[in-house]
T-cell receptor
Framework: SQTIHQWPATLVQPVGSPLSLECTVE??????LYWYRQAAGRGLQLLFY??????ISSEVPQNLSASRPQDRQFILSSKKLLLSDSGFYLCAWGGQPNTGELFFGEGSRLTVL | AQSVTQLGSHVSVSEGALVLLRCNYS??????LFWYVQYPNQGLQLLLKYTSAATLVKGINGFEAEFKKSETSFHLTKPSAHMSDAAEYFCAVGGNTDKLIFGTGTRLQVFP
């Protein structure tokens, strides 16, 4: 069966420090992958999605970037964190073609101080 | 373009009472509609989905939702709330891809 994992689960970082959040999927190949951010009272905001290795689409201009170095690996990064980058980051993959259903990881909670 | 509006950021019910969480959508293409549930500090899990088949959709944990095109609504209901239903619920809309647009969520509280 397919699984999706994110790490670290929690992270406290100072303003101006770098960030790397990792997401990996197992049990499937060539999945569509997504990064969402959940901020208090703002629901889920789609940040990036990827349909294949090296293919990244950004949904909103921001301080973050994403990369997909391997088929089942999706990384969210920042060179210098801002206070506004705090939030709960969720990785997801599209389980089956053309069904619209997403499967989510456990999330990574980032606090920027 | 697609969007979702969830009416009410917080809903409180007594245990055993009816649960009704409201969702209205906007879509320029036939929509796929979803309800997801999120327990504290966890990811989202799918409750149910509408993908142009039956308009009344049954999901896990006794939840169901009805697609009403004339009202552009996809409200989530459960006849009798349980304490374990306390969570945040998200409505989402998509087309025939898995790029979903989520609502801002409704936090459900259940009182004994």
């Amino acid at each position: 069966s397919q699984t999706i994992h994110q790490w670290p689960a929690t992270l406290v970082q100072p303003v101006g420090s770098p960030l790397s959040l990792e997401c990996t999927v197992e049990g499937t190949s060539n999945p569509n992958l997504y990064w969402y951010r959940q901020a208090a009272g703002r629901g889920l905001q789609l940040l990036f999605y990827s349909v294949g290795i090296g293919q990244i689409s950004s949904e909103v201009p921001q301080n973050l970037s994403a990369s997909r170095p391997q088929d089942r690996q999706f990384i969210l990064s920042s060179k210098k964190l801002l206070l506004s980058d705090s939030g709960f980051y969720l990785c997801a993959w599209g389980g089956q073609p053309n069904t619209g259903e997403l499967f989510f990881g456990e999330g990574s909670r980032l606090t920027v101080l | 373009a697609q969007s979702v509006t969830q009416l009410g950021s917080h809903v409180s019910v007594s245990e055993g009472a009816l649960v009704l969480l409201r969702c209205n959508y906007s879509s320029s293409v036939p929509p796929y509609l979803f309800w997801y549930v999120q327990y504290p500090n966890q990811g989202l899990q799918l409750l149910l989905k509408y993908t142009s088949a039956a308009t009344l959709v049954k999901g896990i944990n006794g939840f169901e939702a009805e697609f009403k095109k004339s009202e552009t609504s996809f409200h989530l209901t459960k006849p009798s709330a349980h304490m374990s239903d306390a969570a945040e619920y998200f409505c989402a809309v998509g087309g025939n891809t898995d790029k979903l647009i989520f609502g801002t969520g409704t936090r459900l509280q259940v009182f004994p």
